[in-house]
């Protein structure tokens, strides 16, 4: 990967946030939202178990874990997005440019993006619901990490299928977070789950960060064996997501999808 | 002189249907080669082999010593194109669209080269619009500062005057001469108008069903098949490759 190359990738999807508020706002907007409803949520449940159950890390720190893997994630998909938006995919791949410059760029707005959405989280949650993310102290760390890396490998396995099905399949990636969010357990121990669920939450890395989550809330500590799950399957899961967007897009070579690629083109 | 493009028995099949049909050509510096046809020819199926956006059936493409399939990064990196279909993102400035695409080519010195750029292609007033609320005529004007960006060996342009004011095609057409003679650049050249292409081009390929069916200088093209005009021929090949009795070549 060529440093300068991907760095285009990121300057163009800096030029777009600068230059429109609208592209901005959505990444500080959604996430609010949901941090004043789960705040006040988690302040209700507060005032009726008392101080027993720190509800406020449990379940105001879950939203906001989940949040940022969800912002990681649309962090990747929007920025290749928006090449697709524009039009924009003879003018890139016709270059110099690799797949391994063009997704690390993506990655790298992904940061930035998931980053500015996270900032804001946590400054709505502690300044106005005293989460503090000190309370999980420093075990927590690796598990953020894994869930950053889960974010990628979504955003890259979804501009996979979208390269693959066509603009029009846009619509089956915003909702992957949703989907995926019963099986992992974020509000409630995989326990809870009937077991064909369970089955699919095991195989899931957020599920291990949760699990882990509760556990460090709950005073047990670190947990090296919910952590060496969540990074091996977090790498497994990235290598995976960038093996499937390397074969689509030599599909896409293959077939002119690229050199053709509209809504009506794609199949 | 070592061509800066070879394309070598390139075939490209979509199912039954033989888009590009085994052609071979070469592209020298400073030659500006016209590749035209009817719709449906093979024309930009064969540009965007060449620009690594279409894999081949088989066959080879390589740019100054490159093996497109091989070397795919650095065969690019000495190529540029401009198509009227691929324009640029519109919702960044002209002078963000050069950058961005400067940055992908690597280039040196990339202010002082796009501030050149802006000069050359008259876009001083239009350097902070947006792309996008441009007219087509200085949109095209862009994609081409565009496709200079890197000093490209081999310029692929397809139908680069296509919404373009009689004028302004004419200064342009100047200009791409200038880069073939001055640079050394190899250029190849889709049009649909004739009488451009035997002002500009030294050298033209008739596509014809994916098939090369004539190919030579303009002028001598004209003398050898009694024909008018290039255009003129060009209907005639055209009209006569349609008809499975008639033989162009």
Redo the contacts between chains.
């Keep these: 990967m ?1 440093f ?2 991907a ?2 990738v990121v ?2 999807q800096f ?2 946030l600068r ?2 508020p609208t592209r901005l706002l959505p990444m500080i907007a959604w996430v609010a939202i949901d941090i004043v409803l789960w705040g006040f949520i988690t302040r209700y449940l507060s005032a009726l178990t008392g101080p027993k159950v720190n509800l406020v890390a449990s379940i105001l720190g879950a939203v906001l874990l989940w949040d940022f893997l969800g912002r990681v994630m649309q962090g990747v998909t929007t920025a290749f997005f ?2 697709v938006w ?13 797949i391994a410059d063009y997704l690390g760029g993506l990655v790298a707005t992904g940061i930035g993006t998931s980053v500015l959405g996270l900032v804001a989280m946590l400054t709505l949650a502690t300044t106005v619901f005293g989460f503090s993310f000190f309370a999980y102290g420093a075990a927590i760390a690796p598990f953020i990490l894994v869930l950053f890396v889960t974010g990628i490998s979504l955003g890259v396995l979804g501009t996979a299928i979208v390269l693959r099905l066509g603009p029009a399949s846009e619509w089956l990636i915003w909702p992957i977070p949703s989907l995926l969010s019963p099986f992992v357990g974020v509000f409630y121990p995989l326990s809870t789950l009937p077991p064909w669920m369970q089955a699919i939450g095991r195989a899931l890395p957020p599920s291990y960060v949760f699990e882990a989550m509760r556990a460090i809330v709950a005073g047990q500590g670190a947990q090296p064996d919910l952590l060496a799950m969540a990074i091996g399957l977090s790498a497994a899961y990235l290598l995976a997501a960038c093996w499937v967007f390397a074969r689509v897009y ?1 599909f896409a ?4 999808l ?2 053709r690629y509209s809504a009506e083109s794609a199949s | 002189m070592t061509p800066v493009l070879t394309v070598a028995s390139l075939k490209k099949q ?1 199912g039954a249907l033989k888009a590009v049909d085994d052609i071979s050509f070469e592209v020298r510096p400073g030659e500006i080669v016209g590749l035209v046809g009817p719709n449906g020819a093979g024309k ?2 064969t540009i ?1 082999m060449i ?5 081949p059936t088989s066959g080879a493409i390589t740019i100054a010593g490159y093996d497109i399939a091989r070397r ?3 065969a ?2 000495q190529t540029n ?1 401009a ?1 009227a ?9 002209v002078e ?1 669209n050069l ?3 400067g ?4 280039v040196a010195n990339l202010s002082a080269r796009i501030d050149q750029l802006i000069a050359e292609y008259d876009l001083i007033p239009q350097r902070k619009a947006k792309t996008g609320v441009l007219s087509s005529g200085e949109q095209t004007r862009v994609t081409l500062a ?1 496709a200079m960006l890197n000093n490209p060996r081999l310029l692929l342009l397809d139908e680069p005057t296509a919404s373009i004011d009689p004028a302004t095609a004419r200064r342009i057409r100047t200009h791409i001469v200038d880069v073939a003679e001055k640079a050394g650049a190899g250029v190849l050249w889709t049009s649909h108008n004739m009488y451009e292409v035997a002002e500009v081009c030294d050298r033209v390929l008739f596509l014809s069903h994916g098939r090369i069916l004539l190919a030579g200088a303009p002028e001598a093209l004209i003398r050898e098949h009694k024909a008018a005009s290039l255009e003129d021929l060009f209907v005639t090949v055209a009209n006569e490759s349609l008809d499975p009795a008639g033989s162009a070549a």
């Excluded at chain 1, 070579?253 to 002119?256: M, V």
């Excluded at chain 2, 620009?51 to 894999?55: K, Q, S």
């Design positions: 060529r300068s190359r760095a285009a300057l163009r030029y777009l230059g429109s928006e090449d524009s039009r924009n995919f003879l003018n890139i791949f016709a270059t110099p440019l690799t030599r070579l293959r077939t002119g690229i050199a | 979509f930009t199926t965007s620009l690594g956006v279409l894999a795919r990064s650095q690019l990196a194109f198509a279909y691929a324009p640029l993102p519109g919702n960044l400035t963000q950058r961005v695409f940055m992908i080519y690597g565009k």
